[in-house]
Structures are given as structure tokens and as C-alpha cells.
T-cell receptor, first 113, second 115 residues
């Protein structure tokens, strides 16, 4: 079965810090995604990547950047964390082409104080 | 306009009973797919079931079935014989062919199974 691993389950950071959220998948998937989940808002797409070094903005990219230097790893970067970025962050991957299913990691609950 | 609408923030069901979680969607793309995911308190999103827009029959996976009513743009999840382990958040999602990698998620329904 596909495994999507997020490096931290819980993270506490200070306002203004640079924050890295890491995600690794083990099934050679082409597509990787970062979502933010907030109560009452569901999941909102921040960025996705369809290949190494390729990325596209999702619905809420402001305040975030991403990096995909290797196929298996997709990093979400908060350049200067703010309290309104306190949220659950979910990474997902998909094989690509006709494969429809998204595989998710277990999420990182980020608190920015 | 919302692409996916889930109007039930919270639902309760008695153990062993069936429950329907509502989902409506909005798209003009004739080719799309509909998904349901379960998110237990552990946080991981678990894929439950998929329905393609051209599929003639409603999708079923064990105790899960998707009641697909295309004309009404409705894709309700039916869970039969509820179990305590079914208590979780449930998300409906859609992917359109034209927008490729974009998956649209609803706001979720919190299901509680009562013993």
C-alpha cells in the first residue's frame, strides 16, 4: 500500500519563524499536494506539484512556498509564520494519468504562537 | 459558487443502523469523479469510495455505497450497519477532467455512532 509520511504530527512555532513541513511518498507518484484543513472550511489546496521542480498554485498560496527537488519529497515552506497559519496541514499524492485516488499523510497540526 | 456542498455539519446514528451523508456538487464538465474520504481522530484521510460521472451503476465498497443522482448533482454516501468505528469526519470531493489535478472538497460531516 502507498505510504505518505509527514515528518511531524504536531509542531509549535513562533511568529516570524521560517517553517518547513516535509512530506515523503514511497510509490513513485507524479503528483503531490499540500492542503490546509480548518474547521468549517474543509480542505483547501495550497500548492501542488505534477513533477520534479514543477509546481502550481492552488486556492490559497499566499504566505507559502513549496519545493520539490526529488520525486518522492514535497516540502511546504512558511517563509515567516503568522498566527493565521495555525492549522492542520495535509499532504497527498497521486500516481497521475488515469489514476484517480489521492493518498494522504496523517497530517501536521501546526500552532503558531 | 461552492463546488461541493455538505449541508450536515453533524450526524448521529444508532449502532447497526444505516445512515446517509449528503453531498451535492456543481460542475459543467461532463467528465468528473466523485470521492468520499473518512477522517478519524487520528487525522489521516482514508479513501472510501469513488464514482465516475459516466459510471452507469452506483459504486459500492463493502458497507459503503454511493447514491449517485446525476440530474440532481447529488452523490450521497450510505453507510449500512453502522459500527462504533465509523465515528469520524466524512468528506465529499470532486475532480473535474478539465481542471486536472484540482480536487474540490466539502466542509465535511461529523458522524457519531451511538452504542
Amino acid at each position: 500500500d502507498v505510504k505518505v509520511t509527514q515528518s511531524s504530527r504536531y509542531l509549535v512555532k513562533r511568529t516570524g519563524e521560517k517553517v518547513f513541513l516535509e512530506c515523503v511518498q514511497d510509490m513513485d507518484h507524479e503528483n503531490m499536494f499540500w492542503y490546509r484543513q480548518d474547521p468549517g472550511l474543509g480542505l483547501r489546496l495550497i500548492y501542488f506539484s505534477y513533477d520534479v521542480k514543477m509546481k502550481e498554485k492552488g486556492d490559497i498560496p499566499e504566505g507559502y512556498s513549496v519545493s520539490r527537488e526529488k520525486k518522492e519529497r514535497f516540502s511546504l515552506i512558511l517563509e515567516s509564520a503568522s498566527t493565521n497559519q495555525t492549522s492542520m496541514y495535509l499532504c497527498a499524492s497521486r500516481l497521475g494519468g488515469g489514476q484517480v485516488k489521492l493518498f494522504f499523510g496523517s497530517g501536521t497540526q501546526l500552532s503558531v504562537l | 459558487a461552492q463546488k461541493i456542498t455538505q449541508t450536515q455539519p453533524g450526524m448521529f446514528v444508532q449502532e447497526k443502523e444505516a445512515v446517509t451523508l449528503d453531498c451535492t456538487y456543481d460542475t459543467s464538465d461532463p467528465s468528473y469523479g466523485l470521492f468520499w474520504y473518512k477522517q478519524p481522530s487520528s487525522g489521516e484521510m482514508i479513501f472510501l469510495i469513488y464514482q465516475g460521472s459516466y459510471d452507469q451503476q452506483n459504486a459500492t465498497e463493502g458497507r459503503y455505497s454511493l447514491n449517485f443522482q446525476k440530474a440532481r448533482k447529488s452523490a450521497n454516501l450510505v453507510i449500512s450497519a453502522s459500527q462504533l468505528g465509523d465515528s469520524a469526519m466524512y468528506f465529499c470531493a470532486m475532480r473535474e477532467r478539465n481542471t486536472g489535478n484540482q480536487f474540490y472538497f466539502g466542509t465535511g460531516t461529523s458522524l457519531t455512532v451511538i452504542p
